[in-house]
């Protein structure tokens, strides 16, 4: 059962809906109002919002009605919707949507249910879980497109904004020595770790922690940073230093129309900007820094 619902009567509905005997409730996007990245703990919600209850098989529309009158004024009521789902299963079709995906030339990422194709270059075991970074968006795809074309043998590799761990496990599985990811997100670290584990990869070679944990001495012949243009132009004093002379480096989570400025801002910081690539509307910023 589903109710459209403004920004300020969320909460309220929510509460109706489990008063109603909801086993769950989910806020849906109902106009086109993309929230990009909250911060951690931050839930912000749009200007309507789909509330959506899901109950038990056997309650009639009718008595949930009855009960969320007695919660919420009639002008809420209007603009419902009720659908039954047919029972699935869940788990088979939650796997079908991460399937085993190669980005560039011969990087695979493949959840752990599947198996990697024999003639896999390389393969990073990611689990879809609660941390950005499966493969399947398009700023992911653009830094491990990157990545593959990348020698990594026996390098070092900053990872900012880890995520799942995607993008510095990609380069350790494709042969870099040792990688440090930070993500302000204490889910992503987490997420990153227990990736880490499924590919047999430990603390020895790949360190986890706040961006403030990074040592500021630390120096990297790679550089990975997919989060969004704005930070990106924040940070840029405080990471570009992290390169090592010769290092290279790749931004993502850049929408097209802003790549130029966050180009300009890396390049204040003395570094040289080789290309700008896209994929659909996402852009990834790349380039060294000179000897
Ligand atoms: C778009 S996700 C990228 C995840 C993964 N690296 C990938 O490419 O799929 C961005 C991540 O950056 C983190 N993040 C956002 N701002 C950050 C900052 N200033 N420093 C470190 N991490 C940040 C978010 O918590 C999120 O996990």
Redesign the pocket.
Known sequence: MSLDVPQADVESTEDALLAAGAVSVSLEELGDEPIL?PGPGETPLWQKVRVAGLFEEGVSPAEIMAILHQHLRPALLGDFDYQVIEDTDWVRQTQADFAAACYGDGLWVVPHWETPPADAKAVVRIDPGL???TGQ?G??AL?LGWLDRQALQGLNIL??????G??ALGALVKGAEMAWG????PQ?LKASADNAQLNGIGTDRFSLGQ?EELPVEARFDILIA??LAQ?LID?AGELAPHLKPGGRFALS?ILNHQAEAVAAQWMAQGLVIDAIDSLGDWSLVQGHRPH
């Open positions: 990245e941390a950005f970074g968006h700023t992911t830094c990872d900012v904004g880890c995520g799942s995607i993008l930070t993500d302000i997100d992503a961006p997919n989060i930070p940070l989570g």
